[in-house]
Each structure stands twice: as structure tokens, then as C-alpha cells.
């Protein structure tokens, strides 16, 4: 594991920024796409997002901010 | 992606006041109408704001304040 | 749009004090009435209330203190 | 409207200190009696109470310490 | 009504240290037994408690701490 | 009683590391072990701990870290 | 027991870095695999993670943030 899986989860949270992410949140509805930024809340801004129920596209996006404390986890989709 | 999609989600929120939003909150009801003003606890002043129920219309708002803390997420309808 | 809209939802909702509003609380029940006074937490005082349950007057108050968590939205019903 | 109730939810609800109120609590159930003290977060010490469910009396208190998150509404019984 | 019942809320409930109470939590289950201490946030330490379930005895425990934002109420059992 | 039972709820806990306790959650599932530690949040750290829905014991765990928002209550064991 | 073992949770928690842990949410669901890192909120990155539903792999995540309120527990996979 690299020094770079050493920073605290929301330092790591910030690197990650402008890459694509998977949030799932507490109501198990998933939105993937771009994180295009995201405070220490959680609050995230997601680009060219779509939303999936038990894994299917129900809509999209074309910029949505999600309230932070929605968030169940956030998956990274391109390690770093 | 402009530098635009950088600001933190806070800012990137206030910087679309005066401009549609849909907002879709816990109960899964949604909002859709102008957002005249927002703080950073995400409470929003909507005007001529429809409310949504599994997608039709079932009312309607000159003028309404929606307490932040029930917000799932906010979809900024006019892209910067 | 007047400029009016532009205040922040808490500065808004102070502005609309001695008006008429509807209230949804999270738990779907309605309350019409006057809104006496309003803190920034949404707790508000209403006089001369109406409880409404899906559309339905179920019960009056002369003077009631609603607790701002349990807010879900509050309808400005007398438009500035 | 008398100018008293242009006071703050809260010290309004504290001048009404030693009269007769009405709660409900997030649960549904009511308790009525006198309000002995109550504090900003809406605690509360109520005197000879009764607990009502859906309108019957079920229980009676002599005193009673409600915590304040649980409360939906006070009514306020003896208008000013 | 005594001078004593004018106190807050809190320090009421300090007041009643080492004396008899039956709480209730939100999910509705009731202890009763001595409250030997509490702090503000209604964290309390109960001895010699009875665990209720809609009026009957199911537990008993020497010395139990409840996290306070569990409780729906207190009743002072030894009115002062 | 004792002195030592006017401590503060927090106090109590704190004097009590190192100790059996069983602690029930808010979804009712208990935990029975040594605190090897607890903070003022009541996060704590349970070892050689058993897990018991309604009374059966169903896992074990050699150290557990439980977030304190979600305990109901901690029963003290070994009384002082 | 050793001296190891007296450290606050949370002290205990940030020790166990880079170690293997499982993690029960609120909901249920736990996620096994490393974590990477966690703050004192309980955020926390989980490298080489699997879903776990009923004691089932539901699903494997390269890199996961946890958002701490979601948390249940953390077991401590690596004793010290």
C-alpha cells in the first residue's frame, strides 16, 4: 500500500476530486459519474452523473450537489 | 470540465441562485421551480415551484422555504 | 424577480412574520395560520392554526409553538 | 395581534412559564397540564399531566420531565 | 405551586438525585428505579432498576447508565 | 448508597474500564465483554466480547470498537 | 489485558491503521477488508474491500470511504 492510502479519509476524499466516483446513499440509490468537488460534509458536487436502482439507470444528470449527510460510502473509481 | 466545477459544493449552490432547480428531498418528493436563495445549511427560498409525486405535478408554490436538513439533493437545471 | 427575493431563506421568513403560511411538518400534517414569530432553528409561534390532514381541518389552535426540526417546508402565502 | 406576540417562539414559550399546555411529542401522544419550567431546547417539567392517546386519557403525572427533541408542538392553552 | 417547581428543566431534574423515577425511552421501554445521577445531556445512572415492558417486569439491573438521547421522559416518582 | 454513586453518569462509566458490562444497541442486539475503554461519546472498546440476540449468543469478537450514538444503555456488571 | 488496551476508542481505532477490520453499518451490511485509514468521526478508507450481506460477498471495492454516522461497529480483525 502506497504513502498515499496514509492521508485521512477526507484528505484522500479531496485528491480524488475530478475523478469518478460511486456514492451509494442511506436510501441504497447509487449515482455514478464525476466527482466535480466535495467539502469535508460530504456535500458533492457530480457531473454526467447516473442514477441506478439495484443496478439500473433510472436517470441522469447533468450536475447535481448531494447533501453530505445522505451519504452511506463513496466508492473511488479510479485508484490513485 | 470548466474551473467553474471546481468551487467547493456550497459555492458552486449559491452561484446558481435565480435559476431552476429540482430538488428531491428524503420523502422522495420533488421541488422544481427557481431558486431564489439558498444558505449554507442548504435551507432554499423556491419560487413558482411545482411539487412533484413519482414524477406528476400535485401542487403548486408561489413562494416557499424548505428546511435544509431534508434535502436528498439539489440538480442544478441550467448548467453554468 | 424582485431584489426582495434575494435575501437569504432565514432573513426571508423573518420578513414574513405577522403573514399568513401553511407549514408541512416531516410527518405530512399541514398547519395554516399566522405566523406570530419565527426563530432561525424554523421553531415558529402560529396563531389562529388550522391542523390539516390531507387537506382536511382536524383541529384548531388559538396559539400554538411548533419545534423547527420537525419542519419540512413553510408556504409564504402572502406574497411581498 | 397584540405586540406580545411579536417575542421569539422561545421567550414566548417561556413567558407562558406556570400555565396550561398541551405537547404532542414525534410519537403522536399529548400530555396536558401545567408547564412548570421549560428551557431553550424545549425541555420541559410538566405538573399534574395527563397522558392522552389519540384523545383518551391513559396515564396521569404528577411531574413529568419531558426531553425536548421528542416535541413536535406546544399548544399554548391560556392565550395572553 | 412551590417556589421549587420554577426551576429549569435541568436543575429540577438534578434536584431529584439519589430519589425515585420511571423513565421512558423512545422505543417505549420504561425503567424505574433510583436515578443515582444525571448529567444535561439526560444521561443517567439508574440502580436497583426495573426494566418494563408495557407494565410488566421482563429485567432487573443492579446499576444501568441510558444515554439521555434515548429518553422520551422522566417522571419524578418522590415529588418534592 | 454510596458516595461513589453520585458521580456523574460519564464519571461512573469511566470507573468502570476494565470491567464486564453488557451494552444493548438501539436495534436491540446486546454486547457482553470487558470495556477495555469508553469516551464521553460513549464509543467504546469491548474485548472477548459475545454478541446476544434476544439472550443466544450468535459471535464473538476477540476486540470491538462500538460507536456510542448507538448505544441504548450499558449495564454495569461487576458492581462497586 | 494489556496497557494497550486502556487507550481511548478512538486512540485504540487510529492504531490499528492498515489493518484488517470489519465494520457492521447501521443497516446492516458489513464491509471486510483493510482500512486504509479513519478519522475521529469513524470516516474511514477501506482498501480490498468486500460486502458482506448476511455473511454473503455481495461485492468487492478497490477503495471505499465509509461515512462514520453510518457506523454500527469496527471489529478489530488483527488483535494487538
Known amino acids: 500500500m502506497s504513502q498515499q492510502n496514509l492521508k485521512r479519509p477526507l484528505t484522500a476524499l479531496q485528491k480524488h476530486t ?7 446513499l ?3 440509490i ?4 464525476k466527482m466535480s468537488n466535495v467539502d469535508s460534509y460530504m ?3 457530480m ?3 447516473e442514477e441506478l436502482h439495484e443496478g ?3 436517470a441522469n444528470y447533468g450536475r447535481v450537489i448531494v447533501r453530505g449527510n445522505n451519504v ?6 479510479n485508484e490513485l
Chains 1, 2, 3, 4, 5, 6, 7 share one sequence.
Open 47 to 49: 457531473t454526467d452523473a
Open 56 to 58: 439500473k439507470v433510472v
Open 72 to 77: 452511506l460510502f463513496i466508492k473511488l473509481e
Open 30 to 33: 447509487e449515482y455514478k459519474g
Open 43 to 45: 456535500n458533492l458536487i
Open 26 to 28: 442511506k436510501n441504497e
Open 18 to 24: 475530478k475523478k469518478n466516483v460511486t456514492i451509494r
